[in-house]
């Protein structure tokens, strides 16, 4: 049982260049979220998509675009990558109120 | 709107020793708290809930935690640590059942020395 497998774990990106992250649960959950990780901060959220074709905007969501392909997929688009959207990166996938995450995918952005 | 501090970024304790870990909310409604524990390169894990109910929460690994709402507390314990327990811990609040929507902490380095 694999819970959230997030794609690629690690990826190094030049300014302005574009990247789509990946994000599969086997769960079968309705609710999917990706949030961004800072050093000595909390998880900030920046999108999520409630169900299937539906997606909301987080706390900090400039920047980023999503699309939620299918009830398992959701993905995190950076169209014009800037160095401050270097960070860590995290899925996550919930039934009622237990959340379940992915490893993450660190980013840097030069 | 929800908020929530946890204090003191970085907590050490010898092997064995009771640990403590503060978390301070603040909501405008009877609030859903959650702790993470994070390992290096993982992500978060749930350790522990409270909706509503007892008081008392208990969690994974022995860890519990304590809702008071007269504190605006809910601070996570352990009697005795472990070597393994040594992780970040975030602490987390949500006015609403959806967990995803939740205000993270900005966590507590927790060190164990033997």
């Known amino acids: 049982n694999a819970g959230v497998t997030q794609t690629p774990k690690f990826q190094v990106l030049k300014t302005g260049q574009s990247m789509t992250l990946q994000c599969a649960q086997d769960?079968?959950?309705?609710?999917m979220y990706w949030y961004r990780q800072d050093p000595g901060m909390g998880l900030r959220l920046i999108y999520y998509s409630a169900s299937e074709g539906t997606t909301d905007k987080g706390e900090v969501p400039n920047g980023y675009n999503v699309s939620r392909l299918n009830k398992r997929e959701f993905s995190l688009r950076l169209e014009s990558a800037a160095p401050s959207q270097t960070s860590v990166y995290f899925c996550?996938?919930?039934?009622?109120?237990?959340?379940?995450f992915g490893a993450g995918s660190r980013l840097t952005v030069l | 709107a929800q908020s929530v501090t946890q204090l003191g970024s970085h907590v050490s304790v010898s092997e064995g020793a009771l640990v403590l870990l503060r978390c301070n909310y603040s909501?405008?409604?009877?609030?859903?708290l959650f702790w993470y524990v994070q390992y290096p390169n993982q992500g978060l894990q749930l350790l522990l809930k409270y909706t509503t109910g007892a008081t008392l929460v208990k969690g994974i690994n022995g860890f519990e935690a304590e809702f008071k709402k007269s504190e605006t507390s809910f601070h996570l314990t352990k009697p005795s640590a472990h070597m393994s327990d040594a992780a970040e811990y975030f602490c987390a609040v949500s006015e609403d059942t959806n967990a995803g929507k939740s205000t993270f902490g900005d966590g507590t380095t927790l060190t164990v020395k033997p």
């Open positions: 909501s405008s409604v009877p609030p859903y």
């Open positions: 996550a996938s919930s039934d009622t109120n237990v959340l379940t």
């Open positions: 769960m079968n959950h309705n609710s």
